[in-house]
């Protein structure tokens, strides 16, 4: 699945200041849940928390994606945020983390969510992409790195979603 469909500009932030997991699942749970009118932020916090329960999403090298399944109206939907510091994310290499991805997939959607997952894990185990998404200087670089496309110059229509 192409990130473009899940993802919009405004659900990519750079240089939040937040200092705890929490703020950081709150934060991104607030985003998830300003694309679907059915869905809460507590709702998607709570999921994104039951998982972290489960283990780490802390990949490695500074990265994280939060995810979880959730009762929507069958569609995916994704948030990015930078922190301006990274954080303590319990991530497997125990590096502090200051790129996250967000995802909540439908609960029934199994291969979507591996194939997601497994797209985004590869992208973020990229220290070279990586690099890009922490040296780029604003939100719009990032969604155009993230979906694979170049936008600037674009149509205004084309950033509406």
Same mark, same amino acid.
């Given at each position: ?13 750079? !240089? ?18 300003s $694309? ?9 916090? %709570? ?25 929507s ?16 994310? !319990?991530?497997? %290499?125990?590096?502090?983390? %200051? ?19 497994s797209?985004? $894990? ?5 220290s070279?992409?990586? !690099?890009?998404?922490?040296?780029s200087?604003s ?16 149509? $205004? ?5």
């Open positions: 699945m192409e990130l473009s469909k899940i993802l919009n500009r405004h659900r990519v932030t750079v !240089d939040v200041n937040l200092t705890s997991k929490k703020s950081v699942l709150e934060t991104l749970a607030g985003m998830l849940s $694309a679907e009118p059915t869905l809460s932020s507590k709702t998607v916090f %709570d999921c994104l928390l039951a998982r972290e329960r489960l283990g780490t999403t802390g990949l490695g090298g500074g990265t994280a994606i939060p995810h979880g399944r959730i009762a109206n069958g569609k995916s939907i994704g948030a990015f945020i930078r922190t301006v510091e990274p954080i303590d994310f !319990d991530a497997v %290499d125990n590096v502090r983390v %200051d790129i996250f991805f967000a995802l909540c997939v439908p609960e029934e959607a199994t291969n979507e969510h591996l194939v997601l997952l797209e985004l $894990a590869a992208n973020f185990s990229n070279e992409f990586v !690099d890009k998404l922490r040296h200087s939100s719009i670089e990032i969604y155009e790195l993230l979906i694979g496309e170049r936008l600037i110059n674009q149509p $205004a229509e084309r950033y509406r979603s």
